[in-house]
């Protein structure tokens, strides 16, 4: 426990580090992933052929790759100083945004045709159509997908340490630094990652269970 | 295939999707206009920055590089599958002292992450005398997650099987250990053989880490390349020329479980198991119209992950 409770302000940092890396690419992702999502399930083919490129082009690129870019070849590209941190989480949110929108758009594709055939033929708008009928029955189905490319977010934000941004993926290298024991400080970033990933799964499974769709 | 969002277009709807499109092309240009403008005015397309793709030695280089990748998904996956089945046959064990360590094993290994199991291995053992490799600590990490990955996928499958199999393999006489490695185990890896091999494209991606703790990768020798000056530095050309290499490899791999999934949708001998291959389509009159108008986008699944 000492290790610990010798140095809180490390721990504190990575931590914050951690929960900044994790919140940050969320809310990129979500915003990113929505607006690929609707694009792979628009009528429109140059959407849909944009979105698919997209996806498959990061889906197949490391983030290990993805960091790299980010955090050595896009200053090269951009004027003024870059923040490494801020670099890492447009990393983990454009990563992470494929996995969001193939998760909205399995979602969708789970609403059976009929239910949307039914609702046009009483004369619904679009709009009723979607916020109605289709929406509601795929945002449920698409929460415990969703809870899971979290906890795969949170997972991969360990990457940005070997990108010196400080987290919970190097703050062994600070402790052999101080001379602390590597082995108790990794084992207890193990022990944070996993209660904070059994954290996410049980409210996944929360979800999951006041939210069921029948059908 | 028609959607759920949308019916067949009429004419109105037909020219409002021709001017999204039009947009819809114009954002993207534009982005990819600002990006390669950028490339240009900070000279990433000048001779210089490329000059070291003109040497033999570097594309070996390159290429061993590869290799090195590659010898560590090898042998990850093939452990990785072996691990896989050895936790499933445990984690669907009847006797509760098996099962129930396995089962928290596989927990705990699919809740860590994966470089920090690296960085594990290769920094913290040695502080109790335990020496490995870079090479070992990124496989044996990867054949850990994975492993757990992969039962929790083997025993999904022979879970999704009917009931009658198990129940007509004891019928017939079968001991336990035959039910499992003649009827339950081949069903549910060929049901799930396009998750498997999904699953397996990640490992591929993941043998990146290695980069972090030292192992000399692809990704390691880019970062040395770019940050060779008697060469120009060339970062960004190498950093490219390695993703370029990735996205191959991993979409090779993807073809591959999409051909599988394909093969399986159409043989006799598969059975219907929830989460593999698509879902029976019911056609309704506007896929069917759709289908003559031959408006249905064709997107090729890759394996679910």
Known sequence: ?215 | MSSVLYDVPGPRAVIRNRILGAITVLVVLAVLGWVLWRFWVTGQFTPEKWYAFTFTRIWEQFGLATLRTLAAFAVASVGAMILGFLLAIGRLSDHAWVRMPITGITEVFRAIPVLIFMILLYYGLPVIGIKMSSYWAVVIALIAYNGSVLAEVIRAGVESLPRGQREAGYAIGLRKAGVMRLILMPQAIRAMMPVIIAQLVVTLKDTALGFIITYPELLYFARLLGSNAVLGSPLIPAALVAGTIYVALCLALSYVAYTVEKRLRRSPRAVAVAGAGAAPQGGTDTELIVAQRALGPDDPKTGGG
Not at chain 1, 147 to 164: E, H, P, Q, R
Not at chain 1, 178 to 202: D, R
Request: proline share 5%; glycine share 6%.
């Open chain 1, 1 to 215: 426990m000492n290790i610990i409770t010798d140095y809180p302000d490390l721990w504190r940092d990575a931590l914050v580090g951690t929960l900044v890396l994790f919140f940050g690419g969320a809310v990129i992702a979500l915003i990113l992933g929505v607006i690929v999502g609707a694009m792979r399930v628009s009528p429109i083919p140059v959407a849909r052929a944009v979105g698919t490129v997209y996806v498959n082009w990061i889906r197949n690129t490391p983030l290990t790759l993805v960091m790299f870019f980010f955090a050595f070849c896009v200053p090269l590209l951009l004027p003024g100083r870059a923040n490494f941190l801020v670099l890492a989480v447009w990393a983990l949110g454009i990563y992470t945004a494929t996995y969001v929108a193939e998760t909205i758009r399995s979602g969708i594709n789970t609403v059976p045709v009929g239910q949307a055939e039914a609702a046009r033929a009483l004369g619904l708008t679009f709009g009723q159509v979607m916020s109605l009928i289709v929406l509601p029955q795929a945002a449920r189905s698409v929460i415990p997908p969703m809870m899971s490319v979290f906890i795969a977010l949170l997972k991969n934000t360990t990457v940005a340490a070997g990108f010196s941004v400080v987290n919970l993926g190097n703050i062994r290298a600070e402790m052999s630094e101080n001379g602390e024991n590597q082995l108790l400080t990794i084992v207890w970033v193990m022990v944070f990652f996993v209660v904070m990933v059994l954290l996410l799964a049980w409210l996944q499974r929360v979800l999951e269970n006041r939210w069921r769709v029948a059908r």
